[in-house]
């Protein structure tokens, strides 16, 4: 039989997912009693607040490659409990708010430290799981963080039933503490080297070679070794770049799923409120099961291309059964919408392992952070974006708004493939031995 627990054996990985549960159990705290703690303790405007959010957020993203490139070039085990500390202050710091200037005070350095240890995130993944057990690591992370968010969103309940000053007060200093209990599970993990340092380690040649320093051979001719950055780092990496924002584009399911999906539900298919629950609970429930299971295949930029485009695909072929619902009579739709999100779940799941795999394979071994950085860069722009375009494309024109959405996944997903080859084609070729080393 299978495992049934989405924790991972004991090992270095079971650390990570247990400091990744306690963090998550924290944002789903935050993500169901924060907007109501804002706007009913504190006395901001929704209006305030959602403005407020998206300037952060926006702001945020600029954080996301500078502190992936330093996870490159430090240990991204203790950089990221730095930036859980800091998480911390930043989440006790909303206790301090009562007005709009100093919500975005709070809410801009909270959006930039979160956003900067998504990639440090990646590295530390990367260096846990190693080359071929960094997608399973990342899959297992992300059924972990669903189970987390889950049981915080739970947690959040019994402080917005109560709605008082203090509950809110308990929210927030419970969402804080879960940082500061993630970071110090996060310093059990044995110290990580630098992705510098790994890079130099493979590659620094025998004693005895008798090789150029810093030249290896391939066939008779020299190239950059495996680990060699290239120049201008990956904003100036046109074929990752590519990649990446076909994934990003993929990526505004995430939106789709807790935006869209919930405002057709209601006012287009005309189901009750409770139904909304449901089909987001379907989603969370098939990803503990099904995030591992589906991420194989998916380590090296080939098999993970097709798989991308397997999943637009998949993501376009959930769009007609969403618009159908909207012709239809209550329970059938409700039906329908949980077959829909079954569905869309599959292609989500392809999608996270297959843009993890692309975004590790396709990067230098020295700038894995950077890297991931910019892939991140690229799906918080595509999300932003998407919030307001996917809302008015799909809610404002009805069912011929999600087929149009189908066939934007699919055109993404089945150019995925071809980019990737592209990107292979130009990246550093692998090391070979140095001259007069034995075989």
């Known amino acids: ?21 306690v963090n998550t159990v924290g944002a789903g705290l935050w993500l169901a009693g924060g907007a109501l703690y804002l706007t009913r303790d504190v006395g901001l405007s929704a209006t305030s607040v959602g403005a407020g959010l998206t300037v952060a ?12 490139a330093l996870a490159d070039r430090s240990d991204p085990r203790t950089l990221r409990a730095v930036l859980q500390v800091g998480q911390a202050v930043a989440a006790l ?26 990639a440090v995130r990646a590295a530390l993944v990367a260096a846990v799981g190693g080359p071929d057990g960094r997608v399973h690591a990342f899959a297992t992370l992300r059924a972990v963080a669903n189970l987390g968010i889950t049981v915080g969103t739970a947690l959040a309940g019994i402080a917005l039933a109560v709605d008082t000053h203090r509950a809110y007060q308990v929210l927030v200093v419970g969402n804080a503490a879960t940082y500061l209990l993630s970071a110090a599970l996060l310093l059990r993990l044995p110290p990580q080297p630098a992705a510098d340092a790994r890079r130099a380690t493979a ?5 005895d070679a008798e090789t150029t320093p810093g030249a290896m051979t ?29 994934s990003a584009v993929l990526s505004t399911h995430v939106t789709v799923l807790v935006l869209v999906v919930p405002l057709w539900t209601v006012d287009r298919a005309g189901a009750p409120p409770p139904v909304v629950s449901a089909v987001l609970l379907a989603n969370t429930v098939l990803t503990v099961l099904l995030a591992v299971r589906l991420s194989r295949g998916a380590e090296r930029a080939a098999p993970a291309a097709r798989k991308l485009r397997r999943a637009g ?19 059938p739709a409700v039906v329908l919408l949980l077959v829909a999100t079954a569905v869309w ?7 996270g392992a297959a843009g993890a795999g692309l ?45 149009v959405l189908g066939v934007v996944f699919a055109a993404a997903g089945l150019a995925a493939p071809a980019l990737t080859r592209r990107a292979v084609a130009h990246r550093p070729a692998p090391r070979a031995r140095p001259v007069g080393v034995p075989g």
């Open 203 to 207: 590659a620094r040649p025998a004693p």
């Open 57 to 68: 957020g926006l702001v945020g993203l600029s954080a996301s490659v500078p502190l992936g």
């Open 1 to 21: 039989m299978g495992r049934v627990s989405p924790l991972p054996p004991p090992g270095p990985l079971r650390t990570l997912a247990y400091a990744t549960l």
């Open 359 to 403: 975004a590790y394979d396709l990067a230098p071994p020295g700038a894995i952070g950077a890297y991931q950085g910019a892939d991140g860069l690229l799906a918080g722009l595509a999300q932003a974006l998407g919030r307001g375009l996917l809302t008015l494309l799909v809610l404002g024109s009805g069912p011929v708004g999600w087929l």
């Open 345 to 351: 779940t599959v292609g989500d799941l392809w999608h």
């Open 218 to 246: 391939t066939g008779g001719g020299t190239r950059r070794g495996p680990g060699a950055r290239r120049r201008g780092g990956p904003l100036r990496d046109g074929r990752f770049l590519a990649v990446s924002g076909a």
């Open 93 to 118: 710091a909303y206790l301090l708010v009562g007005s709009f200037p100093a919500f975005l005070a709070v809410a801009v350095p909270e959006a930039l430290l979160a956003t900067g240890n998504l």
């Open 313 to 331: 695909l998949v993501l376009a072929a959930a769009t007609p059964l969403y618009a159908a619902t909207a012709a239809m009579p209550v329970l």
